[in-house]
């Protein structure tokens, strides 16, 4: 079992559930867990020292809300509205992806969210059999699963080929990798799936002690077109389907109304707030304010990279903290605190890692270190502060997932980032994407 300290760092810590600051302290870490958190120096051996200082220890990021190989779509389809951008720009170039498509464009997530500072994530894609593998190896976590497309309404929920590769996904990779890969139940939305499908998956979801991932009101134009349907909005919907008996995560929440805030409250569902993915889309506002007012269960995600365009969780806190505030003219509604909260150990409570999330003695070394000898994070009036307003992703020096170090300086000591970075190019040419209209201009002579 390795054992490493960490020293001279200053350490983020969350008593109580209030952030507080251990300076210039000493972190132990022994096997997969913190063992040590103190000021002073402890009387345990540990096999390597590592001196962090002028560097800030966090708690690893949760991008609760994401869609790992759309990282090759990156940059296709903007400016059209979610529905067209979908059926025009996403869905024709996904039906020409193949397995080692979605492998390259994993791992070119996995290299992004590492870098940035994220230790796990939770997915909803086609075909994550082949994620899975790539994720296991690279030492990171993730909440995975198999979404059940609509398909063939004729066909018995039993006969329908698709929820049984849901199932069986779940029963084969629910824990794989030591429990850092879990498996989530997932319906895309309300507006792909129907009422004979979305009842026995969730009761299935239900006997199993699974959780759901959805999206859910995404736009005002899915949220009416759902009342246009039912007669009633998409939240009581999968309500009325039985949905809402499990834990759920629930993506995007924008259109949401009064009612739906009560359902969402009462059954305990975590809404992941993608403040990027809905801007650059159009989609509007997730009404954060009043859902952090009501106590409600909120995480933060980036969605795919192809809404985004990046994988980045400091941008998702930074717009989070300033669209709120803009939005309402009242610069008091969430505050740094309230967004780092979203960001780590909410997420890490809504994928079922109560053993996660937070620096403290026993829980799981997942630990993100930034560098704060840089310009803008100087001088350190408050922390809190800088981390959500000024902090990049590029000031992240190692991330640590169960007491292993999985980026430092720059290098990936699990993933070949240059090998991933030139097969996502070599991908870009095999599917066809659209060439930069940049290199028409005759630019380059
Ligand atoms: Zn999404």
Known sequence: MGSMLLCGADILIRPASRWAMVKNGYLGVRGEVIDYIGAI????DYATVKDLSGHLLIPGLYNMHTHTPMTLLRGIGSGLPLDRWLREAMFPVEARLAPDDIRTGTRLALLEMLSSGV?????????????AAEINASGMKANLNRPIPAGNRALAY??????????????????AGDGRILVDFAIHAEYTSYEELVRPYAL????????????LSETVKEHEGCRARYGKTPTRWFLDLGVLDSPVIAAHCVAVEAEDLDILQDHGVTCVHNPSSNMKLGSGFMPLATMLDRGMKLALGTDGAASNNNLNLFEEMHLAALIHKGKSGDPTVVTPAQLLDMATVNGAAAQGRPDSGELAVGKKADIVALDMRKPHLMPRSDTLALLVYSAQSSDVAMTMVNGRVLYESGSFLTIDAERVLDEAAACALRLGLPEDPLSNHGLNG
């Open 119 to 131: 230790v796990s994530f939770s997915d909803m894609y086609y075909e994550p059999e082949f994620s």
């Open 158 to 175: 039993k006969d329908n080929p698709k929820a049984a590769a849901s199932l069986a996904f779940y029963d084969t990779f629910n824990n």
């Open 41 to 44: 120096k402890p009387q345990a």
């Open 204 to 215: 299935d979801c239900l006997q199993r002690g699974a959780r759901m991932h959805i999206h």
